[in-house]
């Protein structure tokens, strides 16, 4: 008989079913995990956002703009050196009620200052050593020959303000191509000038001056009819009456000026074209009317003298010269015409342009606010105001910066044909009365010397040396 089986081994104690996670478990544990993340991530924004805006004006921001706006107290100092300060300041306090209204933030305070100096060579010597010391003036006036000397001390034009476009579409071109220098645009105008042909209507009567004197040819023909010397004796006879003040450089109001349009109208570069042939048949062109013609000479009074007095018929100046003409004799009539052109110039020909423009230093802190300034004081309710107000005191106000406005002008004796030929003007340092005398008197020593025993061409060869040395190029070879 067999043995009985072993017992059945002791049933093990079954292991307690898993727990399910509760929901509120498991939101703490993904909680858990996005903590350190969500930091990280912030951290990362923030970041980003430094970096990104840095250097960035954040008030310019879309809808959270004004969370950054810049407020407190801002003063600006404006150097003004024509306009008197009752037509600028009235402009400024308007200026000012808009832009606060706009950035209430802000209290703004912009004081003009009508500065005078002995020359404007003092001015300008002045204005950049201060600018340079880091005391000049937040926006100033500088003539529009002056940026390559400056742009290193003033503050471009911010595209916001005004694009290059809207630049271009707002003011003649020789405004643009005078205020950029590379890529920077460094002034705004609030004015044009430029060279036009001033006539005695008593002495021009029977000649259609804007019909009949269009060329040079034009103008040489009639200043030789209109002369009169003693005694008839146009080789040695006194002139006694002059039918153009041409051809000198000492008493002819803004000689360089005419001899430089003659340069430009001739394709030629005043200040580094001087040493050839266009060059030299302009000098002598300009030289014959008182070598050949002999209808000027430099025995005969300042031009401006004389054209007031009747002893010429004819000057070439700015048109800003019809008031000190006005001044001397408010009994002559007169009117302009657009300065003549060689026979073979495209439509509308080549013009002179000499002018002021305003501009901000590189050290202001607003210079945002002062650009904004100079863009309203260029909008065209602006410039009515300003030609208004200079208009009561005098027989006209300053010629219009704007393209749009000139039409207004258009039937102006004096300014409808300076704005109808601004389009086509170009302009150079060698401009008379804009602070660069000693570009001035580099041409006015050629035409002395052209006058004299020198030739032409090794009379601007000379000239050209020596603006070379004020433009600080080294000599060229065979110089």
Known sequence: MM?????????????????????????????????PLAILGVVALLGVIIFGFAGMDLSRLPLIGG??????????????????????????????????????????????????????????????????????????RLHNSWMSDFSAEISPLPSEVLSEQDYALRFYPVS?????????????????????????????KDVDVSAKIKTWEDFRREAVKLTTWEDNDRNKGKILKSGAAFGTANNISHSSDILSLLFAQSGVDPLTELNTQAAADALTFYTNF????????????????????????????????????????????????????????????VHWGTF?????????ERADIAWKFLEFMTREDQQRTIYAAEAQ???????????S????????????????????????????????QSYVN?????????????????????????IDQLEGKAPTEGQ
């Open 290 to 349: 008182s070598k050949v013609d002999r209808v000027w000479d430099e025995t005969l009074p300042f031009s401006i003298n004389a054209f007031a007095n009747g002893q010429v018929a004819m000057i070439i100046a700015p048109s800003w010269r019809a008031l000190d003409i006005a001044a001397l004799n408010p009994e002559l009539e007169f009117a302009s015409s657009s300065v003549p052109q060689l026979p073979a110039a495209a439509e509308g020909g």
């Open 67 to 140: 969370l950054f706006q810049r407020g407190g107290e801002v003063t600006l100092t404006y150097w003004g050196l024509w306009e008197n300060p009752d037509v600028i300041n009235p402009l400024i306090n308007s200026f000012i009620s808009e832009y606060e209204g706009e950035n209430p933030r802000v209290n703004l305070t912009i004081n003009y200052e009508k500065r005078s100096f002995g020359t404007l060579e003092q001015y300008k010597e002045t204005l950049l050593t201060r600018l340079q010391q880091g005391s000049g003036p937040d926006i100033l």
């Open 442 to 466: 580099v041409l006015k020593k050629a035409i002395s010397d052209a006058l004299g025993q020198v030739k032409a061409v090794d009379a601007l060869k000379t000239a050209q040396t020596t």
């Open 405 to 436: 406005l000139a039409e207004s002008l258009a039937e102006h004796e004096i300014l409808g044909p300076l704005l109808k030929s601004a389009p086509l003007a170009v302009s150079s340092k060698t401009a008379d009365l804009s602070g660069n």
């Open 3 to 35: 043995p009985p089986p072993p017992p059945p081994p002791p049933p093990t104690s079954p292991l307690p079913p898993a727990e399910e996670p509760s929901a509120g478990n498991l939101l703490e544990r993904i909680r858990g995990l996005i903590r």
């Open 176 to 204: 643009l191509s005078s205020a950029k220098v590379e890529t920077e645009i460094y002034a705004i105008p609030m004015e044009y000038d430029g060279l036009v042909l001033f006539y005695n209507k008593a002495l021009l």
């Open 393 to 403: 005191t005098r027989p006209f106000g300053e010629p219009y910066a704007l393209r």
């Open 356 to 364: 002021w423009m305003e501009g901000v230093s590189a050290d202001t």
